[in-house]
């Protein structure tokens, strides 16, 4: 049935090249979008940060060295957290909420302080990844964005790229969905890349394994647990 399907199929792969050459990781916190590598067919091509740009490229193709650790940001996950862990009070003096805002820069600040300046890529929601087709009430206890919520998340993407760090949202598919085809390409390039993956969904520890970390969120917003595959197997068994 729908709900046995997904037990068995839950986490379809991304078809990144379908987006044509998605970015797969992007600003190091340092100076906004330099800072990125891409996906061509099946692997990563890493691309040197002293190679000239050709006159046709974008902003979103500027290019670096080959990162030592990439940081993947469930943004949809994040945004959640902060909201309901920070006070609604939090505002502005005309009475604009940020309780999200402030929460999610929080975050962004803890890991650039933490690790220092790190490729780092925020992934958001685009979709159902197919699993309402499958499952018609997929989800369907969920309630509704919150509207205090919704008037701040069209700041969220904005506040990414300040940090100088890139968004990514692949149309149809979630952002853990995302994520973990991103997981797997670094994984498996020619020259794996250490990923930390930043999410409060307990979903995402299948993915630990050689060269992968999960840094869940607890407590509050900073209050985190860097999980391995150790780490996983002492919690759950």
């Known amino acids: 049935d729908g709900a046995g399907h997904l037990a068995e199929h839950p986490r379809p792969v991304v078809d990144l090249d379908s987006q044509g050459e998605a970015v797969l ?3 190091d916190g340092r100076h906004g979008p330099p800072g990125c590598y891409a996906a061509r067919g099946r692997g990563l ?12 490229e974008k902003p979103a193709r500027f290019r670096t060295t080959v990162p030592d650790e990439l940081f993947l940001i469930d943004g949809n996950s994040l945004a959640y957290r902060a909201f309901f862990a920070l006070p609604e009070s939090i505002a502005t003096s005309t009475g604009v909420p940020t309780n999200t805002i402030f929460g999610f820069a929080s975050m962004l600040v803890k890991i650039l302080t933490d690790y220092g300046p790190k490729a780092t890529l925020v ?8 699993r309402k087709e499958v499952y018609a009430d997929y989800k369907a206890q969920r309630t509704s964005r919150p509207d205090l919520l919704k008037e701040q998340w ?24 995302v994520i973990a085809s991103i997981v797997e390409q670094a994984r498996h ?33 900073t209050d985190t647990r860097v999980y391995d595959r150790e780490g996983v197997v002492e919690r759950y068994g």
Request: avoid cysteine; glycine fraction near 14%; charged fraction near 25%.
């Open 25 to 27: 990781g992007a600003g």
């Open 45 to 56: 091509e890493r691309r040197g940060e002293t190679e000239p740009l050709a006159a046709a």
């Open 123 to 130: 992934v958001w929601d685009a979709g159902s990844s197919g």
């Open 154 to 177: 069209p700041h969220l993407e904005p506040l990414v790229e300040a940090f100088g760090y890139r968004n990514l949202a692949v149309e149809g598919y979630e952002a853990d969905d």
């Open 189 to 221: 390039s020619e020259s794996p890349v250490p990923v930390m993956v930043v999410t409060g969904d307990r979903d995402a520890y299948q993915l630990v394994g050689d060269g992968v970390e999960i840094m869940t969120t607890s407590r509050g917003i």
